[in-house]
């Protein structure tokens, strides 16, 4: 006989952890007690000691699906003889930040079943959810994770509702945010004054009918609010972008079915695989040629960000052969609104009835955004179904915070073996993003008990989270921002060797005060050397150059021929702006001109170069023009220069010559794309060979806005691994400066000690 206490750590709470350990010690005739404390669950546990070693090797291979298990500390303690097992109540004090809530989790099949049976007692109930699917992080105040502790305390279980929650066989046991149509939150329709129009479970048909009539809906969803329309009418599509101010960058739609879906894209069986898993984030297909949807959904673009219902609200709401547009309910460029006060007040401009519940939503979550890339998901935008997951560190990490970059802002709380990267924030520049900023940092580090020793920021000194960062009074390393790219993939792979890095993005502060972004690092978590770069080239106006890409392509243009453009045939200076050859006065003297190496303004330039576009209404749509022109074309490689110096250089111009050449030659714009990337690439691609020849490295990390450019991606990973080079790129970490504060929170650690 043996006695053992138990303590696992990871994500074990609110994943049916206890349930299944009780079920466990039942199958193996165990004695003892589970219970969820701070750090993790703890387990007692006695019985013969073979099984209890079945036990401790049953825990691991029999986990609830979404568990995921850092680490089981077990040690012996005497035998106490009591009889049965039992689930004792939580251990209160809060020390310990090891046990965070899951992420929200799509609804799971059983619960899709319950709401679609009319003979079950949950039949349309628009809050059902088990312990493997539902709500976690969007409604947890406090931890350890308990109803108590979540916005369900409200609203007191029925006996049916008790009965299952109490039963160690049913799927609800111990489901925190279990409810039914008797106990549970309801939904209302309101009109656009806020007057209940109906409720329960009838809203749902009459909302649909509201929608398909050409209405926009306010959602009051999982994480937020939603902006809901019928993506079959061009006229509702073309409302909400209007009233939200939203000109053309995609919308994102959910499809009532998988079948729906298939009639407006491509569908692989992994693509499908992350819909409708337990993230069901928004994934980014190829569509259909013959796509039936509103063209004003995503207009020139090749693309649909789709998603699947993963909320029972969702599946009651869309018939299978409903596409509706649904994107976040805010105004274009601030966060998601999540309390009903502020959605009656700020979205009653956008939307005409509002769909709402009477469960608080306690912290926002957007929809996240991934693809899938060479068989594996690549996380664009990081919220939803992905947030509060750890990053686990092999090296435990000071109490620290990440501020994170500016524009696409997250910030990372770690602490332990964990680094807890926040849902995606947005752009620090908008003040009421600021101010969501500051406030979920506050969150965070109360949910997670981590008190900041450290701070980490961006080299810039004028990013906000720069400035916020200055304004604590801790120790604080800056950090540079394509090491930080660099770092972020070495830190979800775990990498603890040098690499060279290719960091290639919009701008960010080298240490020379230039603005770089094609940047060869070869870089370790404590430090880095600027191996090569793009060469640099002026960019008129500052940031102005990169909401109007014909400056960049006037910057090539004016290196290639000088200010008299006259004699150049090439419809792109047709369309300048008539102050054209002001900004050429600029570059020659130098004013207003800040010298950059940015990768993303050698694609903004060539986008001009083919006329594709003078000005961005949103980040990157220049560059995705061109990606999306190039498509599967074949291209061939144009002529570049390397000069080497102590820093090699990497120059296109010879390149862009020759594009003007091929424009002039009314040579396929495609075929020109193509080439552009695919020399791009190349010459990367020789860069790293060289420096890798140099140094001995074999692992290269591509990291960086542009590497969302997935021909470019895919062609440099391939060319690199002809070369027998190992390439790590993000995966579950985004690529942009999403992930930055991820890398910070590795060189920081790294650099601490040095402090
Ligand atoms: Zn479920
Ligand atoms: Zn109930």
Known sequence: MQRLHLIITGTVQGVGFRPFIFRLAGRLSLTGWVRNQPAGVEIEI????????????????????????????????????????????????????????????????????DIADGANRRYRHAFANCTNCGPRYTITKTLPYDRTATTMAEFPMCRDCQTEYRNPLNRRFHAQPTACPACGPQYR?????????????????????????????????????????????????????????RKDKPLAVMAGSVQALERLCLLSAAEAALLSGPASPIVLLAKRPDCPLAAAVAPESPQLGVMLPYTPAHCLLLQPADIFVMTSGNDSSNPIIYQDDAALRDLRRIADYFLVHNRPIYRPADDSVARMVAGQPYVLRRSRGFTPEAQYFPQPLPPMLACGGESKNTFCLSSGNNAYLSSHIGDLKNLSTYQYYTASIEDLKRLLTIEPQLIAHDLHPEYFSTKYAREQNLPQIAVQHHHAHIAAVMAEHSLNQPVIGAAFDGLGLGDDATLWGGEFLVASADSYRRAAHCAYLPLPGGDKAVSEPWRMGLVILNRLFGPDLSKVKLPAIAALPDDWPLIVQMIAGGLNCPLTSSAGRLFDAAAALLGLRTVNHYEGQSAMSLEWLAGQTAGRVLPYTIQDSPVSVLDFLPAYRQMVQMIARDEALPFIAASFHDTIAAASVKMITRISQDTGLTSVVLSGGVFQNIRLLTTMSDLLKQNKLTVYTASRIPPNDAGLALGQTLIASASYGRL
């Not at 009459?206 to 994480?223: D, H, V």
């Open 189 to 245: 329709l309101l009109d656009h004054n806020g007057q209940a129009l109906g409720a329960g479970s009838d809203v749902f048909l009459q909302t649909r009918r509201l929608i398909k009539n050409g209405s926009l809906i306010a959602l009051k969803g999982l994480g937020g609010y939603q902006l809901v329309c019928d993506a079959y009418r061009n006229d509702s599509v073309e409302l909400l972008r209007r009233r939200k101010r």
């Open 46 to 113: 006695e019985g013969r000691a073979t099984a209890v070693a079945d036990f401790i090797a049953a825990i691991h291979r029999e986990k609830p699906v979404l568990a995921q298990i850092s680490n089981v500390r077990t040690r012996a303690i005497p035998l106490q003889r009591t009889p049965g097992f039992t689930i004792r109540p939580s251990l209160m004090s809060v020390v310990s930040p090891a046990a965070p809530p899951a992420p929200d989790i799509a609804i799971c099949r059983h619960c899709r079943q």
